[in-house]
């Protein structure tokens, strides 16, 4: 049986869908926090706790002698997290895909790597993995990755379509901790901007990400551009 949303969550995720819907506009007042309160049948406390997550979201913002009002509803992505794409966007009402561009393969680390390498690491070889994920259609993310070859030798076998940070935990037992990131805009190449359906001059913002797990020295690296026109990044999305 799936777990029961705490109400503050209800409260938000409500209000966030009818933003995204366009039920609720840009520039609306929300109902009061009186009005919330009777509605969901819930404290003062919890209605601001869940006004708090879209303020943090960028959908609303809190306005002395207004109240609430809807400031933006441009859709946000919790991409900046620590977590894989598959699993911040499951919660979610938008469609994803991820479409492999070329077979999942074993090769020498790039030269030069964005990250400094260990000696184990330089040692052996690693997994490439070119991905485009896409949301309700649009490309949003052109992703490389790199997986050590460390135990995981059958990798390209099992991950097909599945969610690598889950094909990790469950069949190598090796869990995603946190990661370390570095984020700047940058001008695309022609291959980065086709593949992003993006024109000459659209920025694109680069992450290098270096993931940190639970397996000792077993670091995962990727480096990720992003299409952020009709999508704001968060590192959280709930």
Known sequence: MAKALPRYKRLHEDIKKEILQGDISKGSLLPSENELCAKYNITRATVRQGL??????????????????????????????????????????????????????CTAWPTPFFYELSKKEEAQNCFSLKRLRTIEGDPVMLEFTYVPQWGTDDLPEKLEDSSLFKLLQVHYEIEVLQVVQDVRAIIGSKEILNLLQLKTGDP??????????DRAGFHIYSTLYCNTSKYTFSNSFN
């Open 204 to 213: 694109v913002l680069e992450i290098h990400r270096k993931y940190l797990t």
């Open 52 to 105: 708090q997550e879209l303020v943090k979201e960028g959908f609303i913002e809190k306005r002395m002698g207004l109240g609430s009002i809807v400031v933006s509803d441009r859709k946000t992505l919790g991409l900046l997290s620590f977590k894989g794409f598959s699993e911040v966007l499951k919660s979610s009402a938008l469609s994803s895909k991820t479409l492999n561009l070329e077979p999942v393969e």
